[in-house]
């Protein structure tokens, strides 16, 4: 395991885009000491097994896994990443946009968001897209939105996966995020005020599976749900 290494990993059928969310990643500044490498991943068959694919496939410490239309804002995210890394070891992954807890029916939007990002379509508004946050440094959350996540590998102990269950393009986040919290590690969202990413997925998503995917989450992870 190499912790003077980061690596970005994303699924990608666009060359395009993820060519445009790469220009971004090489213009962030990279401190001293750290190696930076980029991963994409073309034909995954869901998003967990491409992210597995990925992260088997690196020795980096510090794994960034990310939609290929995300574009990273801040020029010091690889900085502010490892700063709060560095400030407790328990903290195992790090999203930009997260839930405190987790409604009963497992969908993220229906309760609290913390965090913030852009995000763009046809209705983008530009003057920022936040939700409301309010602590200094970063808040614990039960889960976080998969548009990106950084997690941090633990020497002689692999990430846990669940593409034995949620073998398809939903959930997946929901599942990172509870298998960190069942090692007895924290995830966390950083205070952001200025957003550090911009999603561009154009406000198009594909619910043709999702409540399959929502009600094996659930009965997975039925003892996650907020009380």
């Given at each position: 395991?190499?912790?003077?290494?980061?690596?970005?990993?994303?699924?990608?059928?666009?060359?395009?885009?993820?060519?445009?969310?790469?220009?971004?990643?090489?213009?962030?500044?990279?401190?001293?000491?750290?190696?930076?490498?980029?991963l994409?991943?073309?034909?995954a068959?869901?998003?967990l097994?491409?992210?597995?694919?990925?992260?088997?496939?690196?020795?980096?410490?510090y794994?960034?896994?990310?939609?290929?239309?995300?574009?990273?804002?801040?020029?010091?995210?690889?900085?502010?990443?490892?700063?709060?890394?560095?400030?407790?070891?328990?903290?195992?992954?790090?999203?930009?946009?997260?839930?405190?807890?987790?409604?009963?029916?497992?969908?993220?939007?229906?309760?609290?968001?913390?965090?913030?990002?852009?995000?763009?379509?046809?209705?983008a508004?530009?003057?920022?897209?936040?939700?409301?946050?309010?602590?200094?440094?970063?808040?614990?959350?039960?889960?976080?939105?998969?548009?990106?996540?950084?997690?941090?590998r633990?020497?002689?102990?692999?990430?846990?996966?669940?593409?034995?269950?949620?073998?398809?393009?939903?959930?997946y986040?929901?599942s990172?995020?509870?298998?960190?919290?069942k090692?007895?590690?924290?995830?966390?969202?950083p205070?952001q005020?200025?957003?550090?990413?911009?999603?561009?997925?154009?406000?198009?998503?594909?619910?043709?599976?999702?409540?399959?995917?929502?009600?094996?989450?659930?009965?997975?992870y039925?003892?996650?749900?907020?009380?």
């Amino acid at each position: 395991m190499n912790n003077k290494k980061i690596c970005f990993i994303m699924c990608t059928d666009n060359d395009v885009c993820a060519s445009e969310s790469i220009t971004y990643i090489n213009r962030l500044y990279v401190p001293e000491g750290m190696q930076v490498e980029i991963l994409t991943v073309k034909e995954a068959t869901s998003m967990l097994s491409g992210y597995r694919e990925g992260y088997e496939s690196t020795d980096a410490g510090y794994v960034v896994f990310m939609h290929h239309d995300v574009f990273i804002l801040n020029r010091y995210f690889i900085q502010d990443i490892i700063s709060i890394l560095s400030s407790d070891e328990r903290i195992g992954l790090i999203g930009m946009v997260g839930a405190p807890k987790l409604s009963s029916d497992f969908i993220m939007w229906n309760d609290r968001r913390i965090g913030n990002h852009f995000i763009k379509g046809d209705n983008a508004d530009y003057s920022g897209y936040r939700y409301s946050i309010d602590k200094e440094g970063y808040e614990d959350v039960t889960v976080v939105d998969g548009f990106l996540m950084v997690y941090r590998r633990i020497e002689g102990k692999e990430a846990v996966f669940r593409d034995d269950i949620l073998d398809g393009w939903d959930f997946y986040d929901v599942s990172m995020s509870i298998e960190v919290l069942k090692e007895g590690r924290r995830v966390v969202v950083p205070v952001q005020d200025q957003a550090w990413c911009l999603h561009d997925d154009q406000g198009l998503q594909s619910m043709l599976n999702y409540d399959r995917y929502r009600n094996i989450a659930l009965e997975e992870y039925s003892g996650f749900i907020a009380s």
